[in-house]
T-cell receptor, first 117, second 111 residues
């Protein structure tokens, strides 16, 4: 069964460093998402991406964050200058269609645990 | 801010019993609702989606939606210890892109 994959599974970085989190969405999916979950808190939406552009972003997704689909398979989240509060699990998700009336749903990858020291 | 609310629990049920998980949402415009299961340290795993008022059954799971009351529930029949996890309720935002999640209800099924 196709699945979303993410690398690395765990990333440790120093405050102020740049990190890139990588995702390979399910191959026939068109919509891509990043979410984060701070330990003990709820899953929070960061950004959605379709047709090589951001379709929606949350207040969390400030200028420190960027997303890119550099080739036909990878989808990346870059944090330019990490802060302590960026420590969280980051989940990538993908979906065939964002049509709310469809039966398509978002499927999540296993996550990358980011630890900022 | 459109919210999805869940009782954090923990909800404890004996093995074989029915577990009932509840969720309310504030955005009357929400049309699509989802239940995800999340084991500790793992990613959300889709259990069920529901779009229409009424019940939707899939194996041991039944989702119920009442749009007038802005209420979604998940029933798990014949609960097993392996069902012990956090159950996340989610609804699409107005844009149809972002999923708004509740904080989740922790379920413990005791042997």
């Amino acid at each position: 069964e196709p699945e979303v994959t993410q690398t690395p599974s765990h990333q440790v970085t120093q405050m102020g460093q740049e990190v890139i989190l990588r995702c390979v969405p399910i191959s026939n999916h068109l919509y891509f998402y990043w979410y984060r979950q701070i330990l003990g808190q709820k899953v929070e939406f960061l950004v959605s991406f379709y047709n090589n552009e951001i379709s929606e972003k949350s207040e969390i997704f400030d200028d420190q964050f960027s997303v890119e689909r550099p080739d036909g398979s990878n989808f990346t989240l870059k944090i330019r200058s990490t802060k302590l509060e960026d420590s969280a699990m980051y989940f990538c998700a993908s979906e065939t269609s964002a049509d709310e009336s469809s039966t398509d749903t978002q499927y999540f990858g296993p996550g990358t645990r980011l630890t900022v020291l | 801010q459109k919210e999805v609310e869940q009782n954090s629990g923990p909800l404890s049920v004996p093995e074989g019993a029915i577990a009932s998980l509840n969720c309310t949402y504030s955005d009357r415009g929400s049309q699509s609702f989802f239940w995800y299961r999340q084991y500790s340290g793992k990613s959300p795993e889709l259990i069920m989606s529901i779009y229409s008022n009424g019940d939707k059954e899939d194996g041991r799971f039944t989702a119920q939606l009442n749009k007038a009351s802005q209420y979604v529930s998940l029933l798990i029949r014949d609960s097993q210890p392996s069902d012990s996890a956090t159950y996340l309720c989610a609804a699409y935002s107005n844009s149809g892109y972002a999923l708004n999640f509740g904080k989740g209800t922790s379920l413990l099924v005791t042997p």
